[in-house]
């Protein structure tokens, strides 16, 4: 039997005890603390249950996610409105998602959800289908899978992102496997590389994939000749935008996936532009298990 624990539906099988429902943001508004794994599994099986899924996330009205913020800040004790904008973003993206779900594993296999998700309604089934086959959404889906499949880059963080990551197992098995590591000061290079860890079956010790082992000598390398440089200290860019390209407009590598790298806090960028960091900076020690 799997160890991995409850989700969804079964994870809220039974009655938590009322300091459970304590959640906690980090500066960029992202769900962090002991009760972050909960959270986010209860959030998700909401926006399943509250959402209809014959609609397109985008035409939901602005009540709706007014209502499940209200419901989420009440039950999870949450004093402050700050994160609602981040958890607005998360709920659109989990939305969406659920319905590329159920076209992946239903529709395309000829199959129906409701006796694994038996809080959906049947009466729309036929209507979601006949837009979801639709040559136009065909060649866009088509489109789209070309897209990720070439996305050589994507992060293995889990449900709860890179606040989630087990940083504290997966970087000291890194560092032992990858003697180059111990020489990398960027936080970010190493955030990232974290994030691209798999476990290997037969030692049961993280590694790097394949694809992210030419990228950590590129980091290496590039780190290297930007000390020399000296175009490390002066904060236009770190190694990881050099390497990779710049951020894009709605995510912020190894901060998340729906935060656009203008609205990140204590990160790299700040108001649009890069902030400028000291040696101080760029020297930081990264502890890992720290987010």
Known sequence: MSKRGKRGVACFSKKYRDEDYNIEYDQN??????????????????CKQMFPYHIKTMDFEQYMW???????????KIQSNA???TMERKAKKLC?????RLVTHYINLGKTPFSDYKYLDPAHWKEFCKEKTKKEFLDKSKKARASAKANKNVPRVGRSGYTGMKSDIIWPQLLAKYSCLKNLRSLRSKKWLTSRAIKNKETNKYELEPDA????????DTEKKMIED?????????????????????????????IGFTKVHGGLYEGGTQRVRSDVNHEQVWVPGGT
Not at 66 to 76: A, V
Not at 230 to 258: A, Q
């Open 83 to 85: 994160p609602k904008d």
């Open 213 to 220: 082992l030419l990228t950590l000598n590129l980091l290496v």
């Open 230 to 258: 000296k175009s490390y200290f002066k904060g236009k860019e770190d190694p990881l935008v050099r390497v990779l390209g710049r951020e894009h407009g709605g995510r912020s590598r190894t901060v998340s996936g729906i």
């Open 66 to 76: 007014d209502e499940l913020w209200l419901e989420t800040k009440e039950l999870w």
């Open 29 to 46: 508004n992202l769900p962090v603390g002991p009760n972050k794994h909960k959270f986010v599994s209860w959030f998700g099986l909401k």
């Open 96 to 100: 969406t998602n659920f319905r590329s």
